[in-house]
């Protein structure tokens, strides 16, 4: 059975200070999950106070984007080895931010997903349709298209380190949320396509998060579908009540 993994991305928001009561908060509530996993994603100023923080504990860290080279005059980047050095386990790539606000293609994510997989790191790529997109029925290929790119190149033994994040573009930091039964039949459909690219065992082992304003309201109807492990959280992840409710969701029928 997969073991759901609860992430929570901070994106710009959190000075260290706020990081750090945000983290206490978190590990008063936590307890010691047996069934799932739980990662949190800073911004890179709080990366080090919060490894520091939830060093032995439960809590794992990521990052929320690098750059894919080692080192060299890139300014204002940070690289996949510089991540692994502040404590981090994971890094976020392909987020719809990153590829709306700064230009970032499926070919450039690509290139991030091999430096995170070289740096011994795990990847959590996120894929997802415009609300255009899927008005008009365009959000199976959308999304297909976009995996089928960012993974050019990989292996299967490369996708045991790697997580993909459903994460419909229209549902983001809105109201919106993809009801789970259409969360579930794009989940089924990535699933399908892995076992495509990779193989049914691959596709049977991977985790594939929902994100798109999760909140605590949402997360057991989520995750009640069989293909959903888990969720890439935004807003809901920046109290720590609230990621706790979502961290702490009733296990009912998963895997």
């Not at 919106?176 to 399908?192: F, G, Q, V, Y």
């Not at 809901?236 to 990621?243: H, K």
Request: charged share 20%.
């Amino acid at each position: 059975m997969r073991k759901p993994l609860i992430a929570g991305n901070w994106k710009m928001n959190k000075t260290v200070a706020q990081a750090t009561e945000l983290v206490e908060g978190l590990l008063a509530g936590v307890g010691q999950p047996q069934d799932r996993e739980v990662l949190v994603c800073p911004p890179f100023t709080a990366l080090h106070a919060v490894g520091w923080l939830i060093k032995g504990s439960p809590i794992m860290l990521g990052a929320q984007n690098l750059y894919p080279r080692d080192s060299g005059a890139y300014t204002g980047e940070v690289s996949a080895r510089m991540l692994l050095e502040a404590g981090c386990s994971h890094v976020i790539i392909g987020h719809s931010e990153r590829r709306g606000y700064f230009g970032e293609s499926d070919e450039f994510a690509n290139q991030k997903v091999k430096a995170t997989l070289g740096a011994g790191l795990k990847v959590i790529l996120c894929v997802g349709e415009s609300r255009q997109q899927r008005e008009a029925g365009q959000a199976e290929r959308i999304v297909t298209d976009q995996v089928r790119r960012c993974l050019a190149d990989l292996i299967a033994e490369d996708m045991a380190e790697v997580v993909i994040a459903y994460e419909p573009i229209w549902a983001i930091g809105t109201a919106l949320t993809a009801r789970p039964e259409d969360a579930e039949e794009m989940h089924a459909c990535i699933r399908s396509l892995l076992g495509e690219l990779f193989s049914e065992q691959v596709a049977e082992a991977m985790r594939i998060l929902y994100g798109g304003s999760v909140k605590p309201g949402n997360i057991d109807d989520l995750m009640v579908q069989p293909d959903i492990d888990g969720a890439l959280v935004g807003g809901a992840s920046l109290e720590a009540q609230s990621f706790l409710r979502i961290i702490h969701f009733e296990w009912i029928t998963i895997g």
